[in-house]
C-alpha cells in the first residue's frame, strides 16, 4: 500500500487502481478514457472537486492537439481568407460578441447540455418520477450514441464557417478540431455542467481570436 501511495495511487480493491495525482499525463489518461468509453460520470472525485486545478491542463492539451490539427488544415490549401470570420474582422466588437460570447452559450446549450442530465431540471419541477420516464431512461441506456452523434454534428455544422468554394470533400479535414474541441467540451459538460464547458469554449475561442485580430491565422470554432 505505501508503494502505491508514494505514486499518488490508491487501491480500492485488488482489480481497480484509481489515479490521485492531478497533472497533465493523468487529466491526458482520464481524457484519454473518456473516448474509448464515454459516460455519464467521466470524472474521478478528486477531478470533479478540483475544476480550478484540472481546467489549466484541459486547456493546455486543447492547445497543444490544435496546434498539428491546424497544420493538418494547412496542408488542404484551404487560405485564412476562406473563414467566414474573416469577415468580421473590420468590427472586432461583433467578432468578440459572436465568437467568444454567443457562440459558447448558444452552441453548448444545444450541442452539449442535451448529452448530460438534463432531466435534473423537470426533476425539479415535477420530483423525482422524472426518471423513470422512458426517454430519460433510453439517454442513460444510449448514451454513448447520443455523446457521438452530438458531437459529430457539432463538428459537422462548422464546416459552415467556410466559403462556399471550399471542396465538400474537406470537411472531414476541416472540421476536425472541432471534432476534438465537441470530445473535450462534452467530458467537461458531463463531468462538471455546462456552465464549465461554456466558460471553456469561450476561453477556446478567445485566444485564437486575440491573435486573430493581431494579425493571426488561427481559425476559431
Not at 103 to 124: D, M, Q, S
Not at 189 to 203: D, E, K, N, Q
Request: with cysteine; proline share 7%; net charge neutral.
Amino acid at each position: 500500500m505505501k508503494l502505491f501511495e508514494s505514486l499518488n495511487y490508491k487501491l480500492v480493491n485488488p482489480s481497480i487502481l484509481i489515479i490521485l495525482e492531478i497533472s497533465l499525463s493523468a487529466v491526458w489518461q482520464d481524457l484519454a478514457a473518456f473516448v474509448k468509453n464515454p459516460r455519464l460520470d467521466p470524472l474521478p472525485a478528486h477531478f470533479l472537486e478540483q475544476p480550478q486545478k484540472i481546467f489549466p491542463y484541459l486547456l493546455a492539451l486543447d492547445f497543444l492537439l490544435m496546434i498539428p490539427l491546424m497544420g493538418i488544415m494547412g496542408a488542404t490549401g484551404v487560405e485564412d481568407t476562406d473563414h467566414e470570420i474573416t469577415k468580421l474582422l473590420d468590427n472586432p466588437i461583433q467578432l468578440v460578441l459572436m465568437a467568444v460570447v454567443l457562440a459558447p452559450i448558444l452552441e453548448e446549450l444545444f450541442f452539449r447540455f442535451p448529452i448530460g442530465n438534463w432531466w435534473k431540471v423537470p426533476a425539479a419541477l415535477f420530483g423525482e418520477t422524472v426518471t423513470e420516464w422512458s426517454i430519460v431512461k433510453w439517454c442513460k441506456n444510449n448514451f454513448k450514441i447520443i455523446f457521438w452523434t452530438f458531437t459529430i454534428v457539432f463538428a459537422a455544422v462548422h464546416f459552415s464557417n467556410f466559403v462556399s468554394t471550399v471542396p465538400i470533400y474537406l470537411a472531414p479535414i476541416l472540421v476536425l478540431p472541432q471534432f476534438v474541441l465537441g470530445i473535450m467540451l462534452g467530458y467537461i459538460r458531463v463531468g462538471w455542467g455546462t456552465r464549465y464547458s461554456m466558460l471553456f469554449h469561450a476561453i477556446h475561442n478567445g485566444v485564437p481570436i486575440s491573435l486573430l485580430l493581431l494579425g493571426g491565422g488561427m481559425n476559431p470554432s
